[in-house]
């Protein structure tokens, strides 16, 4: 092993002299660091340990926080799903699944009471275009809560979601009627429960988790029916 020298100007003091210690190896040098392997194992420690916390729902008080708070929701069973596809079954996975699908399910509940009590006092003031996405919203909560029931071994059997399939149609072709017609104003109201909605959540995957899921035929047909409604817009 030979150490060289080589004298250069440095950057921070162009008149003086810099050293630097190039080393020289003519056999294996340090050994390399490697990440480890991912494994599923890890994946499932992943989701875990980095997945962001759960927004506090326990009261709403405009529809951007009902909005941004159930997208939120949406997105860690997404993530969750995808993680549940590739995972070897374990015991071990089993109950970080079951803890999860425990989490989610307790914060649909707390979230549907903090908005069924935001509609009981901002119903009133809302114009047509705000009713439709109050609408949206609560078909996409009736999706999550399905997602969230079937998620690893020992799910709810879907059968007894056929109520929550039917109403999530009803609410999707009342979102895409209300966008067909005419829309009356929005509300004029400077009320801070009454403010308009971000754009993120859509009727496109409650109905994708009708036609995908539900054992009934002609409601999947009907959902399906709405989805090619929206391809054609």
């Known amino acids: 092993m030979t150490v060289t020298t080589v004298k250069h100007r440095t950057a921070d003091s162009p008149s003086v002299l810099g050293t630097i210690h190039l080393q020289a190896s003519s056999g294996l040098g340090s050994p390399r660091s490697h990440a480890p392997p991912t494994t599923k194992s890890s994946m499932a420690f992943a989701f875990t340990s980095r997945d962001l916390p759960m927004p506090n729902v326990t009261f709403l008080t405009t529809l951007n926080q009902a ?4 997208l939120h929701c949406w997105n860690k069973l997404t993530r969750l799903t995808a993680t549940c596809a590739v995972l070897k079954a374990s015991r071990a ?12 399910e307790s914060w649909l ?20 275009d705000e009713l439709t996405q109050c609408r949206l919203l609560k078909a996409n909560h009736l999706s999550s809560t399905i997602v969230a029931a079937e998620l690893g071994p020992g799910g709810t059997d879907l059968d007894a979601f056929e109520l929550e399939f039917l109403a999530i149609i009803e609410l999707s072709d009342a979102v895409l009627r209300a966008r067909q017609g005419t829309h009356s104003p929005q509300s004029t109201t400077s009320s801070p ?24 035929i002609e409601l999947r047909q009907r959902a399906n029916e709405l989805l090619l409604r929206l391809s054609r817009r």
């Open 93 to 104: 996975h089993d109950e970080i699944i079951a803890k999860e699908r425990k989490q989610v």
């Open 109 to 128: 509940d707390r979230w549907e009471q903090a908005f069924t009590e935001y509609l009981s006092s901002a119903m009133a003031s809302m114009g047509s």
């Open 67 to 70: 909005h941004a708070t159930l």
């Open 193 to 216: 429960i009454a403010s308009s909605v971000t754009a993120g959540l859509d009727v496109v995957n409650p109905l994708h988790v009708v036609a995908n899921h539900c054992n009934k």
